[in-house]
């Protein structure tokens, strides 16, 4: 990211069960340097609860990411990955144009030890506490019955399961936002938006790599693909037995792709990566693609090397849009529809970076900061049950 708003300082109220406190000393130059509206740090003794929302800004409206449990090595870990976090939520959520600010929470812990029903309903206090100002979702190791039980205690969650009045499983949608990203990166580069008889490879193939896959192969597209997961793999090759194998990310960022699509864990994208990488477009669902961010970065590299990105944040918006949509009374066509969106933005991201001769991560910033600058309205918006 490039730019950023002015800083603000504020303290959320507490609640009976939970202690939000402003942060610690180490938490300000970090603050400073990012612009972050507000971070709140919570401790709950009776069940161990250790989590922190970083809120980047509300100036779309209430700040919407998800909650990530995930058995950091130090608090301070956590907390640089909470504001790296959300302040990429805030890009999207405006890029992809929810009037939505960005945030995030992480819980700090082993979620396969550590979580239990008693600190989800603490988490959910500690949310419901912030007055609005953040919504939670599903994130890396929380999911839709987790958000069930936030949202016995807040109505400032979404991804709750169908029966609880949510949208379920984003991952749907999620893949269909990367696709629609594919096609417009396709039409922009070799003026055509249909993938038919291109060669796509796949760097992970879990729930939305799988329905990727599916997606590409109904639009004729040739699809290789690699997971760490070996029984992922299987699984996607006994239901689409012509898709082929690499034997692993290293063989297929250098075997003859058309486009490469990063869709398991982030910094798919180094310098030793793009040197080797032999597609002509970059499109996946992977957050945070980019080892190396802001000028002279990876996105200069994969520039110099005539290879076009289009930005992570943008095409996997999917899912964001999805629960977004749930707070309105979800409707999976309207959804859809709105995720169809992303093939207008990311040909818009990738004309204003050729028109200016930067790169498409640069474009994307701009853009999100200019909407973020020109509606700023600051309001809360509180959805209901």
């Given at each position: 990211?490039?730019?950023?708003?002015?800083?603000?300082?504020?303290?959320?109220?507490?609640?009976?069960?939970?202690?939000?406190?402003?942060?610690?000393?180490?938490?300000?130059p970090?603050?400073?340097a990012?612009?972050?509206?507000?971070v709140?740090?919570?401790?709950?003794?009776?069940?161990?609860?250790?989590a922190?929302?970083?809120?980047?800004?509300?100036?779309?409206?209430?700040?919407?990411?998800?909650?990530?449990?995930?058995?950091?090595?130090?608090?301070?870990?956590a907390?640089q990955?909470?504001?790296?976090?959300?302040r990429?939520?805030?890009?999207?959520?405006?890029?992809?144009?929810?009037?939505?600010?960005?945030?995030?929470?992480?819980?700090?812990?082993?979620?396969?030890?550590?979580k239990?029903?008693?600190?989800l309903?603490?988490?959910?206090r500690?949310?419901?506490s912030?007055g609005?100002?953040?919504?939670?979702?599903?994130?890396?190791?929380?999911?839709?019955a987790?958000?069930?039980?936030i949202?016995?205690?807040?109505?400032?969650?979404?991804?709750?399961?169908?029966?609880?009045?949510?949208?379920?499983?984003?991952?749907?949608?999620t893949?269909?936002?990367?696709?629609?990203?594919?096609c417009?990166?396709?039409?922009?580069?070799?003026g055509?938006?249909?993938?038919?008889?291109?060669?796509?490879?796949?760097?992970?193939?879990?729930?939305?790599?799988?329905?990727?896959?599916?997606?590409?192969?109904?639009?004729?597209?040739?699809?290789?693909?690699?997971?760490?997961?070996?029984?992922?793999?299987?699984?996607?090759?006994?239901?689409?037995?012509?898709?082929?194998?690499?034997a692993?990310?290293?063989?297929?960022?250098r075997?003859?792709?058309?486009?490469?699509?990063?869709?398991?864990?982030?910094?798919?994208?180094?310098?030793?990566?793009?040197?080797v990488?032999?597609?002509?477009?970059?499109?996946?669902?992977?957050?945070?693609?980019?080892?190396?961010?802001?000028?002279?970065?990876?996105?200069?590299?994969?520039?110099?090397?005539?290879?076009?990105?289009?930005?992570?944040?943008?095409v996997n918006?999917?899912?964001?849009?999805?629960v977004?949509d749930e707070?309105?009374?979800?409707?999976?066509?309207?959804?859809?529809?709105r995720?169809?969106g992303?093939?207008?933005?990311?040909?818009?991201?990738?004309?204003?970076a050729?028109?200016?001769?930067?790169?498409?991560?640069e474009?994307?910033?701009?853009?999100?900061?200019?909407?973020?600058?020109?509606?700023?309205?600051?309001?809360?918006?509180?959805?209901?049950?």
């Amino acid at each position: 990211m490039t730019m950023s708003p002015p800083s603000t300082s504020t303290s959320p109220s507490t609640s009976p069960s939970t202690s939000p406190s402003q942060g610690s000393p180490s938490a300000q130059p970090l603050l400073s340097a990012l612009g972050h509206e507000q971070v709140a740090f919570c401790h709950d003794r009776a069940t161990g609860l250790r989590a922190i929302i970083g809120i980047y800004s509300t100036a779309l409206g209430p700040a919407l990411g998800g909650t990530r449990f995930y058995p950091y090595q130090s608090e301070q870990a956590a907390l640089q990955d909470v504001l790296r976090l959300s302040r990429a939520m805030a890009y999207k959520n405006a890029l992809c144009g929810l009037d939505h600010g960005g945030g995030k929470a992480v819980i700090i812990g082993d979620p396969a030890t550590g979580k239990s029903e008693a600190l989800l309903r603490a988490f959910g206090r500690f949310v419901q506490s912030l007055g609005g100002r953040y919504v939670t979702a599903a994130d890396v190791g929380t999911y839709v019955a987790d958000m069930d039980i936030i949202g016995k205690e807040t109505r400032f969650v979404t991804g709750r399961s169908e029966a609880n009045g949510g949208a379920g499983d984003s991952s749907v949608l999620t893949a269909y936002g990367v696709f629609q990203g594919m096609c417009a990166s396709a039409a922009h580069v070799w003026g055509n938006p249909s993938l038919a008889g291109k060669t796509v490879g796949i760097a992970g193939v879990g729930k939305v790599g799988h329905l990727l896959t599916a997606l590409l192969l109904e639009n004729g597209a040739r699809v290789v693909v690699t997971d760490v997961n070996s029984s992922a793999v299987k699984a996607l090759r006994e239901k689409h037995r012509e898709i082929d194998v690499a034997a692993d990310v290293s063989a297929l960022v250098r075997s003859e792709l058309d486009v490469y699509a990063p869709c398991a864990l982030g910094g798919a994208l180094d310098d030793a990566t793009v040197k080797v990488l032999q597609a002509k477009v970059v499109c996946g669902a992977a957050n945070n693609q980019l080892v190396v961010e802001g000028a002279g970065g990876t996105a200069q590299t994969l520039m110099a090397r005539g290879i076009t990105y289009a930005p992570d944040f943008l095409v996997n918006a999917g899912g964001v849009i999805q629960v977004s949509d749930e707070l309105h009374g979800f409707d999976f066509a309207r959804a859809k529809q709105r995720t169809a969106g992303i093939f207008d933005a990311t040909g818009s991201v990738l004309r204003v970076a050729a028109d200016k001769g930067i790169s498409p991560a640069e474009a994307a910033d701009h853009l999100a900061e200019e909407r973020m600058a020109q509606v700023g309205s600051n309001q809360i918006w509180l959805p209901t049950r």
